[in-house]
């Protein structure tokens, strides 16, 4: 790369033609990297620039890209992430998803900023990438394994026990259209159906190795990032010690956890499945990704009621809510045995969970009968269901052919309103969060390009005290908190705008979300890692370029404002609990919208861009 840019970028896109059997190499460009940073930015980028309007999600035009940061696998706390993006078969928008593990530190070793992967391979194939060259090698014999297999016999082929492998399960070779990516065995590229895409093309895995640290200008604020981060440990604590899922019953307190998909407010057995309960009965040890010592990811044993195995780590608690009290089960064995077969399938446990909830409903209000489902009573709390449905969806077997599809699709073929038991956004499934207990983040389900995703959103409970290291941040960047959590005014709507530019710099650097940088800590490590000079205001400019190349790529693709919209669900009340008698109030939700397009610079009607802000942007 030219002068101005000599650390955090190898220089190096790899783009692999999969019709043509053909690997490339192009030069990482500096504008490019100025104006979109990498990671998500890099997938808005391209999706954007080289995808024709209304490609089929799973035909060869569609292209798959996997992109690290300028900080991804530098050694600080939270450096581990790479993104992956698609044009979604779940919503036909777009699909961009955060993975962390080992993969995206090992593809920077090796030399690489990003892979495109474009067309379509004859037969299964896997890419191997090693320090900078790359081959297209026989996956016949992987196809049809799980996604612990598969990086076994590839380590085993390779001879080396280091490589790091991003695979596919059954579930994506059989193209269900919420199947994701799995680096290594239980980190999940989860949202939006990229493991599909991956099975469309025929490739089955990427394989990488390597041995070249990435060139860091100045080493010294990395090193102050991480005494910063120990002197503010506590702010993890929960992290470390037992991984995600520590407040559900505080959740459920104040009306958060998903009951019985979305529709309830109690469940009296929360504390049978939450984190605490999961390490204190089956966890064994935490795990961590690369350069971290926060440690947070959950690894659990278990050998009856059902066999668990411990390389496919443990529920987090996306999927403690999603396959526990959204389905009304208490049965911790089953829930820890669901997250092992969707890791080994490779399917997105949100979305799994969701959809299994909605056909419970579906099947207690008489739209789906025993005859449907191959006998199977899909009751609410029926564990053994459960898991006998994930299995299905993998293999698109009976009724999990149509849930395969996902809630969206599922409703429409299933008819007869089910259509309001489908809670989702864009036809994304939505995260295991509560807009009616967080109007703010019910706004970013609204808006959000991928749908209703929870992490590239603001969660009100945050900025709610005034003592906050959340509210003291954003009140150092002029707006003085704190954020009532029920409101959606005009003042909560700029937070909310604030935190998605703060998640759009965090996917496009990559590092982790679950550590409390702020943009003038980020805006720090960018400029010492990459010799940049970077400006808060800049990093904002960034954020706001991404995600309105986003917005403009589902516009093309036919979206409209009419899709940045909730489920009727939650302008309802729950049956009971803290939210029996709160709904949300569409006519609140819908201006906090329109001031949204405002702030961002579209049109406060239709979301379109304005021309100036375009032109503003240098899109």
Known sequence: MSNGMHGGYTGKIMRVDLTENRVSEERTDEELCRKYI?????????????????????????????????????????????????????????????????????????????????????????LWVKDGQASIEDARSLWGLNTKETCQKICGELGDKLIRVASIGPAGENLVKYACIMNGLFDAAGRGGVGAVMGSKNLKAIAVRGHNAPKVIDAKPTKEITKWLKANWELMRGFWEVGTGLPMDGFEAIGNLPVRNFRDGLFPAVKKIDAPAVMNTIGIKMDACYACPVRCKKVVKL???????????????????????NCGIDDLPAIAKGNELCNAYS?????VGEVISFAMECYENGLLTTKDTGGIEL????????????????????????????????????????EKFAIAVKGLEAGMHEPRAKPG???????????????????????????????????ALGLPGPFPVDDIGPKKVRLFQHRQRLMAICDSLVVCQFLPYHLTQLAELLNAVTGQDVTVEGLQEVADRIITTLRLFNIREGFTA???KLPQRFYEPKTDGVLADKPLDPVKMEEAKKQYYELMGWDRESGVPKPETLKELGI
């Open 379 to 418: 009751r609410f709390g029926n564990a053994p269901a459960m898991l006998q449905l994930i299995e299905m969806i993998a293999r698109r077997q009976g009724i999990g052919d149509l849930l395969a599809e996902g809630v969206a699709r599922a409703a429409r073929e299933i008819g007869n309103g089910a």
């Open 347 to 351: 399917l997105d446990t949100i979305s």
């Open 441 to 475: 983040l019910g706004l970013g389900f609204m808006v959000n390009p991928a749908g209703a995703d929870h992490c590239f959103n603001l969660h009100d409970h945050m900025y709610s005290n005034q003592d906050s290291w959340a509210v003291k941040e954003v009140e």
């Open 38 to 126: 990498g990671g998500a930015g890099f997938v808005s980028h391209y999706l954007w620039k080289e995808l024709g309007a209304k490609v089929d999600p799973l035909g060869a035009d569609n292209k798959l890209i996997f992109a690290c940061g300028p900080l991804t696998g530098v050694p600080f706390p939270g450096n581990s992430r790479n993104c992956i993006g698609a044009k979604s078969p779940l919503t036909n928008g777009v699909a961009k998803s955060e993975v962390g593990e080992f993969w995206g530190a090992e593809l920077k070793r090796a030399g690489i900023d990003a892979i495109i992967v474009e067309g379509k391979a004859e037969k299964p194939i896997y």
């Open 562 to 564: 009419a899709d940045d």
């Open 303 to 325: 050998d009856k009621p059902y066999k668990v195995d411990p390389a496919y780590g443990g529920p987090e608690y996306e999927t403690l809510a999603s396959l526990g009290s």
